[in-house]
């Protein structure tokens, strides 16, 4: 029985398969490339904002990006050329994934505290290179940072006094006229934003720490991230069914073809 003769939930099945894979292909590129990038990148400034002593991020990107392309493309040639081989190996790698998805959502939650304050030292190190040319490559640091705080609607770390505390152009002795960067102004193109004396006289800048703000915006989109999460957790599922359902059929085919009866012997 040739995949011509198959019905229409096989040929569905098949090519669920394919478009999911060409999907993981995609992104698989777009993560390596990522990774690749952030790598090779003259400044270094992306490997010092994603470089972890355990958890290198651009590493890490790179090993996921080949190996979603691998995995993308078992998939997509196992279900287009029906080979088994390869659909066999694109189970294996589909299960795989879905036990480090587990360990990882097990990991994050046993490791937030860890996580929580390696961010937050973090940004306390880019607060004291802001604005320094010799450490902030291109205005990288500068950019990012404001950008933060702009989007978030917040300044420092845990509040505005965090700047004077860690980056020395922002102590009051050095620099009176300014205490914080514009962008932890709440209107920014105002003049004198951020210039004055004090930090407490100045009612046009954020109180609330970026730390606070970034923790409450994840709050309230965990809805959302549990939406997306149950949704690939049912992708996944349904590639498992529709692969082991190609399977099936492939080796009732090749059953078949090799089976001789009895009384034709």
């Given at each position: 029985?040739?995949s011509?003769?198959?019905?229409?939930?096989?040929?569905?099945?098949?090519?669920?398969?394919?478009?999911i894979?060409?999907i993981?292909?995609?992104?698989g590129g777009?993560?390596?490339?990522?990774?690749?990038?952030?790598?090779?990148n003259e400044?270094?400034?992306?490997k010092e904002?994603?470089n972890?002593?355990i958890?290198?991020?651009?590493?890490v990107?790179?090993?996921?990006?080949?190996?979603?392309?691998l995995?993308?493309?078992?998939?997509?040639?196992g279900?287009?050329?029906?080979?088994?081989?390869?659909?066999k190996?694109?189970?294996?790698?589909?299960?795989?994934?879905?036990?480090?998805?587990?360990?990882?959502?097990?990991?994050?939650?046993?490791?937030?505290?860890?996580?929580?304050?390696y961010?937050?030292n973090?940004?306390?190190?880019?607060?004291g290179y802001?604005g320094?040319?010799?450490k902030?490559?291109?205005?990288?640091?500068?950019?990012?940072?404001?950008?933060?705080?702009?989007?978030f609607?917040?300044?420092?770390?845990?509040?505005?006094?965090?700047?004077?505390?860690?980056?020395?152009?922002?102590k009051?002795?050095?620099?009176?006229?300014?205490t914080?960067?514009?962008?932890c102004?709440?209107?920014p193109?105002s003049a004198?934003?951020?210039?004055?004396?004090?930090?407490?006289?100045?009612?046009?800048i954020?109180k609330?720490?970026?730390?606070?703000?970034?923790?409450?915006?994840?709050?309230?989109?965990?809805l959302?991230?549990?939406?997306?999460s149950?949704?690939?957790?049912?992708?996944?599922?349904?590639?498992?069914?529709?692969?082991?359902?190609?399977?099936t059929?492939?080796?009732?085919?090749i059953?078949?073809?090799?089976?001789t009866?009895?009384?034709?012997s």
């Open positions: 029985m040739g011509e003769d198959r019905g229409c939930c096989d040929k569905c099945a098949k090519m669920f398969i394919m478009v894979n060409i993981i292909i995609l992104i777009a993560i390596l490339a990522a990774g690749l990038y952030w790598q090779l400044t270094g400034f992306y904002i994603f972890h002593d958890f290198n991020i651009p590493i990107s790179i090993v996921v990006g080949a190996l979603l392309l995995v993308g493309i078992c998939g997509f040639f279900a287009c050329c029906e080979v088994m081989f390869l659909l190996v694109y189970m294996g790698f589909l299960i795989l994934i879905m036990l480090v998805e587990i360990i990882l959502a097990v990991g994050c939650v046993a490791m937030k505290s860890e996580v929580e304050e961010a937050t973090k940004t306390y190190e880019f607060i802001y320094d040319e010799a902030d490559e291109a205005d990288i640091i500068k950019k990012t940072v404001d950008a933060i705080q702009e989007n609607e917040c300044c420092g770390v845990t509040g505005p006094d965090d700047w004077p505390n860690y980056n020395a152009a922002y009051s002795e050095t620099a009176p006229e300014r914080v960067p514009d962008s102004c709440k209107d193109d004198g934003c951020g210039s004055a004396k004090t930090i407490s006289a100045n009612e046009n954020y609330i720490g970026c730390k606070v703000s970034m923790i409450n915006f994840v709050e309230n989109n965990l959302y991230v549990g939406i997306v149950g949704v690939i957790v049912i992708l996944q599922m349904c590639v498992i069914l529709c692969i082991g359902h190609l399977k059929r492939l080796e009732d085919d059953a078949f073809e090799y089976y009866p009895l009384d034709e």
